[in-house]
């Protein structure tokens, strides 16, 4: 299947000067062990909870009270340091003072942060609308997931991730901004990558190392995208390069995923002894009128007991042929043989079955899971041009061990950016990604519900099955084939600025377009 799009845009754009501030202090000149004062912002308003410390005594700050003052017990301090969320941190010197009056002014470094909106980008400052942004290298950071879905979940406050599976590949993972966007609930938002619309699948496919940001809509924001964007908006920003000298880095990872709290699932005895419980009690409700517990024991429905069973047998070691000893176990004496806990054989027919009351499928079928994750990537440029090429790679398994189950993807990507003068400037990018998912095509969940008295594997290792011939959950992992998905896209965009700011303060003019094409083979 090939799906291919393109899309052009001519889009406006005014620029927001940033602003800036000073800072002041006021000091008076008294002499004492004691300091006070008092923190107040740029309008002369007190400050409540500003933390005020003595420099090099971190132990013995304090906190400003409802009026913005303070009192510091800390002879010979000759510095203290005032600071508060979305204020800059201050530094005074007391120099012998008591009365301090401190002026605090709001960081403008956050302000003038960009922001990626529906249509461009803007300063946090001068944002009203409902955006909230994350950067690419927070999302992963010490996390061994290798999807984007994954790894938004619980990030960003009213994006909602939920998926179906931990299984890498095949999580199920869906969207939601706000909730449910339509009367069924079933609408998603839209996903933009670079400025092209994108897919859950695409966005997966991508590395993690190469986005810079991800930027959510989630009200009137993200209506100029139309009625796509009803269930709200994703906007991924990959890295670009930046002036400097050339810069190559690589970053790797391994991760292991080990059982932690299991589930309480019974063993092969536990289960044996409810398996009674739940006969006895059983047959005690079919016969009212009976009260003599050996009666109602004799009434027992011994169940798959009744139908397995045989000689006792075992190989003669010298000729090796199968020798007969004791005498039929069947029904009760099956169960209690398999109750004591220790592996026989029995003859049924032609068959010899090997009974193996000790087995634990979970244990054979289950165990930690492995992620790896590689990346080189090199950046740099100068005044005019500014490059980011990368190459990744990554292998994610699910806790399935005797079968794949997982996914491994493989990407490249070059961005460019070409300004030649103050009014011109070109940016180009293009990526390949693939994404390969293999899984058992069926067992998916077997183990975790049916006791397993019989060995799991021959002599030969292939799966053994005394029950009938389909009902070994390792059968059905090894034998019954894989289902395998491949996804590969090849994206490229480019975008031409005209700035007419020297003439028209604030006025630029971009036009962009972009090519996608998308091939999954199933």
């Given at each position: 299947m090939y799906i291919k799009s393109i899309l052009v845009s001519t889009l406006f754009g005014l620029a927001v000067p940033a602003m800036t501030g000073t800072v002041s202090a006021q000091t008076s000149q008294t002499q004492g062990a004691v300091i006070t004062g008092e923190v107040v912002d740029e309008a002369?308003?007190?400050?409540?909870g500003a933390t005020v410390r003595p420099v090099g005594k971190p132990a013995n700050g304090t906190v400003t009270d409802i009026d913005g003052k303070f009192t510091l017990r800390a002879a010979g301090v000759k510095e203290i340091e005032i600071s508060y969320v979305g204020y800059l941190t201050q530094k005074v010197q007391v120099k012998g003072s008591t009365e301090l009056r401190i002026t605090m002014l709001p960081s403008t470094e956050a302000l003038e942060?960009?922001?990626?909106?529906g249509y461009g980008t803007q300063k946090k400052e001068s944002l009203t609308g409902a955006i909230s942004q994350i950067k690419g290298d927070q999302v992963y950071k010490s996390r061994g997931v290798t999807n984007t879905a994954t790894a938004l979940q619980g990030e960003i406050a009213g994006l909602t991730v939920t998926r179906s599976s931990s299984r890498p590949g095949s999580e199920g993972a869906t969207f939601q901004i706000r909730g449910?966007?339509?009367?069924?609930?079933?609408?998603?938002?839209?996903?933009?990558?670079d400025g092209?619309?994108?897919s859950m699948d695409e966005l997966n496919q991508m590395d993690g190392s190469v986005i810079e940001n991800i930027s959510v809509l989630k009200d009137a924001s993200a209506a100029i995208y139309g009625a796509r964007s009803a269930g709200g908006v994703i906007l991924v920003t990959t890295k670009r390069g930046k002036a400097g000298k050339a810069r190559v880095s690589y970053s790797g990872s391994y991760s292991r995923t080990i059982d932690g709290i299991q589930l309480p699932i019974t063993n092969n005895t536990e289960w044996l002894d409810m398996f009674y419980e739940a006969q006895y009690r059983d047959a005690e409700a079919s016969n009212p009128g009976i009260t003599d517990p050996q009666e109602i024991h004799n009434r027992i429905n011994w169940w798959i007991f009744n139908s397995f069973g045989g000689t006792p047998v075992q190989k003669n070691q010298a000729t090796g042929e199968w020798e007969t000893y004791g005498e039929t176990v069947v029904g009760e004496d099956l169960y209690n043989k398999l109750r004591e806990g220790q592996p026989f054989f029995l003859k049924r027919g032609n068959f010899i079955d090997s009974w193996q009351p000790g087995n634990y499928l979970l244990d054979f079928l289950y165990g930690n899971a492995n992620t790896w994750k590689h990346n080189v990537s090199v950046s740099g440029g100068d005044d005019k041009f500014n490059y980011f090429a990368a190459l990744n790679?990554?292998?994610a398994q699910s806790q399935l061990k005797v079968a794949e189950d997982g996914e491994k993807k493989y990407g490249a990507?070059?961005?460019m950016d070409y300004k030649p003068t103050d009014f011109f400037?070109?940016?180009t990018g293009m990526s390949y990604e693939k994404r390969d998912i293999t899984t058992p095509s069926q067992g998916i969940g077997r183990g975790w519900q049916d006791m397993w008295f019989?060995?799991?594997?021959n002599e030969n290792g292939d799966a053994y099955d005394t029950f009938s011939n389909n009902r070994n959950p390792y059968g059905w992992f090894t034998q019954a084939g894989q289902s395998k998905a491949k996804w590969s896209t090849l994206r490229a965009n480019g975008k031409i600025t005209l700035d007419f700011s020297k003439w028209v303060k604030g006025l630029s003019i971009y036009g962009s377009a972009a090519y996608k094409s998308v091939r999954q083979d199933v």
């Open positions: 002369g308003e007190p400050l409540i942060e960009l922001v990626v909106v449910a966007s339509t009367i069924n609930g079933g609408d998603g938002p839209l996903i933009l990558i092209q619309a994108g790679y990554s292998d990507r070059v961005n400037k070109i940016e019989w060995a799991i594997t």
